[in-house]
């Protein structure tokens, strides 16, 4: 199968290749796409170099499928192309989630939404798709009425430059200052930029892109969005008001049967999730269950993975699988 893959120096762009050797997926010719000015540079996989390419030669190449991670502006731009040319694309960006005619994927979730008419095809929010994943299977058992998140989200959600950022903190060092306060030892409140509701955008994408998945606009969602100073992964502390009683031993029934989430909930040894542990795993992590005993039929959990595979690059390349599985591309 021919990949091309629209960012693939950048951080999420590294990770997906990764992923694609991990789960062994049918790679035949690999398009490495960067900017022109890391145009010429090498990449290794599969057990070859490959060089990377312009966008342009990706496009007239038309591969079967096209992983994009180089932000809203170039998939705006670009994946109409790669898909007149009967290209396949998965998108990273925010770009075409909203849009009503483009599918919103989980697929754990919604895979069997996918149509063969489907050409751009766009992957949720890190922070969202981490939340879905837990509360999917508990809104089908006992339909989710209120939510409230409170995001703890690692600097790699906003880049190299970021990582760059809190190191150079750390050493002392004058820095390139990516946020507008210093992170190391801060919690900043604010992800992504500030819209005219006094959200942010990245609350917003929580509110609007957990009720396209799920597919159910009874759902109200609210969110408030803070980075913390960890790199590895995004942690959500979320409390769900649902319509139907439940019992605690059922949620943890639930969430444990669940394919993709790895409970982690026993307290009493110090057993829950934390981005430490989750770094570097496709898992969705959850623990701290308990009863919100102020509200009816209302639960807290805690919710921790890594941003940057199951929140990106993985759930790129499980689409990429559904895809295959299903016929709409093939080797």
């Not at 997926?25 to 060089?51: D, H, Y």
């Not at 496009?59 to 009967?86: Q, T, Y």
């Not at 989630?97 to 989980?106: C, S």
């Not at 008419?117 to 006992?142: E, G």
Request: aromatic content about 8%; glycine content about 6%.
């Amino acid at each position: 199968m021919r990949i091309a893959i629209v960012g693939a120096t950048g951080m999420v762009g590294q990770i997906i290749l990764k992923v694609l050797a991990e789960r062994n997926f049918p790679v035949t010719e690999l398009i490495p796409v960067a900017s022109e000015k890391s145009v010429g540079n090498q990449i290794q996989f599969g057990g070859r170099t490959w060089v990377t390419q312009n966008i342009d030669y990706a496009v007239a190449a038309a591969p079967d499928i096209a992983l994009f991670s180089a932000g809203g502006n170039i998939s705006l731009k670009w994946a109409p192309k790669f898909a007149a040319v009967g290209t396949r694309v998965i998108d990273n960006s925010s770009a075409w989630r909203m849009d009503i005619n483009k599918k919103l994927i989980v697929p754990e979730i919604n895979a069997d939404t996918l149509e063969l008419t489907d050409m751009i095809i766009a992957n949720p929010n890190c922070s969202t798709i981490q939340l879905v994943m837990a509360l999917y299977p508990l809104h089908k058992a006992f339909i989710a009425k209120r939510v409230i998140v409170s995001t703890y989200q690692s600097v790699t959600g906003t880049g190299k430059a970021a990582i760059d950022q809190i190191e150079g903190e750390r050493l002392g060092s004058n820095v390139q200052m990516v946020y507008p306060y210093r992170i190391d030892r801060n919690c900043i409140p604010h992800c992504d930029v500030f819209l005219d509701n006094d959200y942010t955008k990245e609350e917003m994408k929580m509110t609007q892109e957990t009720v396209k998945i799920i597919g159910d606009d009874g759902i109200k969602l609210v969110a408030t969005a803070v980075r913390v100073p960890v790199h590895g992964g995004h942690s959500e502390s979320v409390n769900i008001q649902f319509e139907k009683p439940f019992e605690i031993e059922e949620i943890r029934q639930i969430l444990s049967e669940t394919n993709g989430i790895i409970l982690q909930d026993q307290p009493e040894f110090n057993n829950y999730p934390m981005p430490l542990m989750a770094e570097g795993k496709d898992d969705v992590f959850v623990g701290r269950i308990r009863r919100d005993f102020t509200i009816k039929n209302a639960l807290n959990i805690w919710i921790v993975s890594d941003n940057l595979r199951k929140g990106a690059a993985t759930n790129t390349v499980q689409i990429a699988e559904v895809l295959l599985a299903k016929g709409f591309v093939s080797f």
